[in-house]
C-alpha cells in the first residue's frame, strides 16, 4: 500500500478546514485571529504536503469525526465488489460533492413554479432532457434509486390484488414495490440456460389470465439481471407485452450507464436506472424515465387542497413527492454525467477485459462460469468448489485463506470466506489491472498446486 493515500486525504480534510474559516468569517474579510488561524492550517497542509513528497508515513490514523474510518478502499485496492463497479464516483462528481455537499444545494436559484426539474441554475433541468434522450424515452425524474422508480411506477399502475410480472431472478427491490402497492409478484420461470424468454413470459401471461380471471397490469423485467448477470429477451418480451396490451418497465439497474440503452427500440413504457450501480453517482440516486403517454398518470401533478387553509401546490408531483435528490446526490449525478454517456460507447472493451479474466479463470482447473459464456457483462457468477474451495477444506484459515490470498496483492470484493460460488464485477479495471486480477488468480492457484492450463 501507497502510504502517500492516507496523507492525501489529510490534506483533503486540511483543506476543508481552510474552508471553514471563510464561512466563519465575515463577508469583508478574515480578522487578525483568523488570519493567524489560517496560517497555522496552512502549515499543517505544508507538512502535510512535505510527508506526501518525502514519502513518510502519517504519524496517526485520519478518522472524521473522531469515529469515522476514511475509505480507501478504492485507493489502495482493485475491488471487484458485484455491486460497487460502476457506482464509483468519477473525479467530477467527488468535485460536485465538495462544492454541493450543503443540504438543499440545488435550490439557490429555484424560481416560481417551484420544482427540481425546472431549475436552470446550475442545468438540472437541462439535465433532465438529456437524461429522457440518453435512454430514448420522452420524460425522465430522478430519483432516489431505481427501487423508487420502481415505487412510483407500482403505485400508479397497481392497485390491490393486481398482478405484476416480474423475472425469477427479479431483485428484491421489484417484490417490495408490488408489494408496497398491494399488488402480487407472478414470476416468469427461467430456461435451462437461466434465461427468461418471450415465450416463458407469454405463458405467464396466460396462466395469470386464466387463474385471476384479469390480465396483469405491468411487466417489471430485468434486461441483465442481478444473480447472473444474463442478458434477457427485453425486446421480444416488451413485444409480448404490447400484444397483451401491459406496459413494460425496463429495470436498467445493470445497463443504464454502462451500455447504449434504447428505451424505444425496445418497446419500453419505462425505463428505471441506477445512479449509485451504473451511472457513478452518490446513494441515493436513480433515473425514471418514460414515454409521454403515461406522464399524465406516472407524473401527476397534486390537486389536493387544504381544507382549512384552501392551499394547493401547484405542479408538484404526487409520486415524486414533489422534488427528489435536492443536493450532492443530483450534482453528482450531473457531473459524471459525460464521462458516462461517453463510457456507454466503449461497452464491448468492458466486455473483453471481462471474457479476459474469465478465460483466466477457467484455465484454473475446476472452475466454472455459471453466468452465460462468453459473457455479456462485467458482473459473473463463479464456482470455484472444485478449484479454490477444495483448499477451503483443509486450510486452518478455511474460506477466508482466499480472501487473506486476495486481499494480499491488493485485491478486494470477493465475499469473504466465499470459495464456491461467487460474484465479481470487473467494470471499470483497466487492461494492467485486469491483468494482474487474472495473475493473482493463477498464482494463488499454483501457490496451493490447482493445476492451471497455460
Ligand atoms: C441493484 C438493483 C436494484 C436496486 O437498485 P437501487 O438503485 O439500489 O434501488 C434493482 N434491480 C436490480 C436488477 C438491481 O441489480
Not at 417489471?220 to 448477470?229: C, L, R, V
Request: aromatic share 8%; net charge neutral; charged share 25%.
Amino acid at each position: 500500500m501507497d502510504n502517500r493515500i492516507d496523507n492525501v486525504f489529510r490534506a483533503l480534510f486540511t483543506l476543508e478546514d481552510l474552508r471553514e474559516i471563510h464561512r466563519n468569517a465575515l463577508p469583508t474579510g478574515l480578522d487578525a485571529e483568523e488570519e493567524e488561524q489560517y496560517r497555522q492550517v496552512l502549515a499543517r497542509l505544508e507538512g502535510i504536503i512535505t510527508d506526501i513528497e518525502q514519502g513518510r508515513a502519517a504519524k496517526e490514523i485520519t478518522k472524521i469525526a473522531g469515529t469515522i474510518d476514511v475509505r480507501t478502499r478504492e485507493e489502495n485496492f482493485i475491488n471487484i465488489q458485484p455491486i460497487q463497479a460502476a457506482g464509483r464516483l468519477t473525479p467530477e462528481a467527488r468535485k460536485a460533492v465538495i462544492a454541493y455537499g450543503d443540504g438543499y444545494s440545488t435550490c439557490d436559484a429555484c424560481r416560481k413554479p417551484f420544482r427540481l426539474d425546472k431549475i436552470s441554475r446550475p442545468g438540472i433541468s437541462e439535465f433532465h432532457a438529456d437524461l429522457a434522450k440518453f435512454v430514448n424515452m420522452d420524460q425522465a425524474r430522478v430519483v432516489p434509486g431505481a427501487r423508487r422508480g420502481f415505487q412510483a411506477v407500482a403505485s400508479t399502475l397497481v392497485a390491490k390484488g393486481d398482478s405484476v410480472i416480474v423475472s425469477a431472478l427479479a431483485h428484491y427491490t421489484e417484490f417490495l414495490s408490488v408489494e408496497n402497492a398491494g399488488g402480487v409478484v407472478k414470476e416468469v420461470p427461467l430456461d435451462n440456460s437461466n434465461i427468461v424468454t418471450a415465450d416463458a413470459t407469454a405463458q405467464k401471461i396466460e396462466e395469470v389470465i386464466r387463474e385471476t380471471g384479469r390480465s396483469p397490469v405491468l411487466v417489471m423485467m430485468d434486461h441483465f439481471d442481478y444473480q447472473f448477470a444474463n442478458e434477457h429477451d427485453i425486446s421480444g418480451i416488451g413485444k409480448v407485452a404490447h400484444q397483451y396490451d401491459i406496459p413494460l418497465l425496463y429495470n436498467g439497474a445493470y445497463t443504464v450507464g454502462v451500455m447504449p440503452v434504447d428505451g424505444k427500440k425496445i418497446g419500453a413504457d419505462f425505463v428505471v436506472g441506477s445512479g449509485h450501480k451504473s451511472m457513478a453517482s452518490v446513494a441515493p440516486s436513480g433515473v425514471l424515465a418514460m414515454t409521454d403517454e403515461w406522464v399524465p398518470s406516472a407524473l401527476r401533478t397534486t390537486g389536493m387542497v387544504g381544507d382549512v387553509t384552501k392551499r394547493k401546490f401547484g405542479i408538484k408531483e404526487v409520486e415524486m413527492l414533489g422534488c427528489t435528490l435536492m443536493g450532492g446526490t443530483l450534482l453528482s449525478m450531473m457531473a459524471s454525467f459525460p464521462t458516462v454517456k461517453a463510457r456507454t460507447l466503449r461497452w464491448d472493451d468492458e466486455l473483453k477485459r471481462s471474457n479476459y479474466f474469465v478465460d483466466r479463470l477457467l484455465k484454473i482447473s475446476g472452475s466454472k462460469v455459471l453466468s452465460e459464456y462468453p459473457r455479456k457483462h462485467t458482473l459473473t457468477k463463479v464456482d470455484t468448489t472444485m478449484s479454490f474451495d477444495t483448499v477451503a477444506k483443509t486450510h486452518k484459515r478455511r474460506g477466508f485463506y482466499f480472501s487473506d490470498e486476495l486481499s494480499s496483492r491488493g485485491i478486494t470484493g470477493e465475499f469473504a470466506g466465499a470459495t464456491r460460488t461467487w460474484k465479481l464485477n470487473t467494470y471499470g479495471l483497466n487492461g494492467r489491472q485486469i491483468r494482474y486480477l487474472a495473475d493473482a488468480f493463477t498464482e494463488i492457484a499454483q501457490k496451493y498446486e490447482i493445476p492451471v492450463q497455460k
